[in-house]
């Protein structure tokens, strides 16, 4: 059982960056992709960002292209979600998320408990 643990969630305004951080409490060949998924009030869970722990593969969700950045760092087992000029549109439970390929929920074998992150207007 891999643990995921997300941090750094928080209230910003809009314009502002955020950087979100998930530990991963081991690497496994079931979570050799590591991802973000984010969940607004009354609307489905759906995909940020993805990484793999090897090689520089990474893909975004069109909604976050080119304001999103995420990265990795091996040593300290961590994933992160740089965030910035954050619009309200990006308010939600922001999840932290592992598996063979984690760009769709089905492909999700762990999941973290979430982080919120409020962009205010």
């Known amino acids: 059982q891999v643990l995921l643990v997300e941090s750094g969630g928080g209230l910003v305004q809009a314009g502002g960056s955020l950087r979100l951080s998930c530990a991963a409490s081991?690497?496994?060949?079931?979570?050799?992709?590591m991802g973000w998924f984010r969940q607004a009030p009354g609307k489905e869970r759906e995909f940020v960002a993805r990484?793999?722990?090897?090689?520089?593969?990474?893909y975004y969700a069109d909604s976050v292209k080119g304001r999103f950045t995420i990265s990795r760092d091996n040593a300290k087992n961590t994933v992160y979600l740089q965030m910035n000029s954050l619009k309200p549109e990006d308010t939600a439970v922001y999840y932290c998320?592992?598996?063979?390929?984690?760009?769709?929920?089905?492909?999700?074998?762990?999941w973290g408990k979430g982080t919120l992150v409020t962009v205010s207007s």
């Open positions: 998320a592992a598996g063979y390929e984690v760009s769709s929920r089905s492909g999700v074998n762990y």
């Open positions: 081991e690497r496994t060949s079931s979570s050799s992709a």
């Open positions: 990484i793999r722990w090897s090689g520089d593969s990474t």
